[in-house]
């Protein structure tokens, strides 16, 4: 359940400029220290304030309904996946699955199940179906971002490189009818995926939601209603 962001916002705080501190340091730290997304995740117990990105958009798409089986790759700190736990009823017997993944190692999430690996790893596909049991996922989630340069055209082929290779996993982990949600950054070089995922998919859109910073270019691609039986073996 989303709660109310912002009501009672405290006054803006600035800092001063520390001998050790980098501008760029300084900046981050003072947009950490304003923002209400980061106040209310503090408060609401979620692990970073994408919790709220997420519970925006199932708000507006319905993903995560009760007894789904969802798939979060790359989910360190473990954001996305409480807010997955709560809205599938995973933590109630017979109920909904998740499964999260991340090369980081991660501090347990009651009601998921944490693998610790690199889903792009050759096995991982097999070690993530070995989780599941019978059946596919319905619900493939990637929130990552790759390391940012500093220069945007690069950044932005990174993302959307990284975003292609969630794609690879989901597409064959899913079951028919499946979703498949992922971050990616305005710039036009996703076009090809785009396609792809038109080809694969009942419905493809593009939202932003209101967590998501007005600086930021990063959008998430939501793609409803997977064509398994389309889907190519060998």
Not at 1 to 8: E, I, L, N, T
Not at 94 to 102: E, H, L, P, Q, S
Request: proline share 5%; net charge positive.
């Amino acid at each position: 359940m989303s709660a109310p962001v912002g009501a009672g916002r405290a006054p803006k705080v600035r800092l001063r400029t520390a001998d050790k501190r980098s501008l760029s340091s300084q900046r981050w730290l003072e947009r950490q220290l304003n923002d209400p997304y980061v106040h209310a995740a503090k408060r609401a117990g979620w692990r970073s304030r994408a919790a709220f990105k997420l519970i925006e958009l199932d708000d507006r798409f319905h993903l995560l309904k009760p007894g789904r089986r969802v798939v979060d790759l790359g989910a360190a700190p473990g954001g996305w996946t409480q807010v997955a736990v709560e809205r599938v009823r995973a933590r109630e017997q017979g109920r909904g699955t998740v499964i999260a993944i991340d090369i980081q190692a991660m501090d347990p999430i009651p009601g998921a199940i944490l693998l610790h690996a690199d889903f792009m790893d050759e096995e991982a596909p097999g070690q993530l179906k070995a989780a599941l049991g019978d059946g596919g996922a319905d619900v493939v989630l990637s929130d990552m971002a790759a390391p940012s340069t500093g220069h945007t055209r690069t950044d932005h082929l990174r993302v959307v490189a990284l975003c292609e290779a969630a794609y690879v996993f989901a597409y064959e982990v899913l079951a028919e009818g499946g979703a498949f949600v992922a971050k990616v950054f305005q710039g036009g070089a996703e076009a090809g995926l785009l396609t792809q995922l038109k080809r694969d998919f009942q419905s493809v859109r593009h939202a932003k939601p209101p967590a998501s910073r007005a600086a930021s270019s990063e959008t998430y691609v939501v793609a409803l209603g997977f064509r398994a039986g389309d889907r190519r073996l060998g």
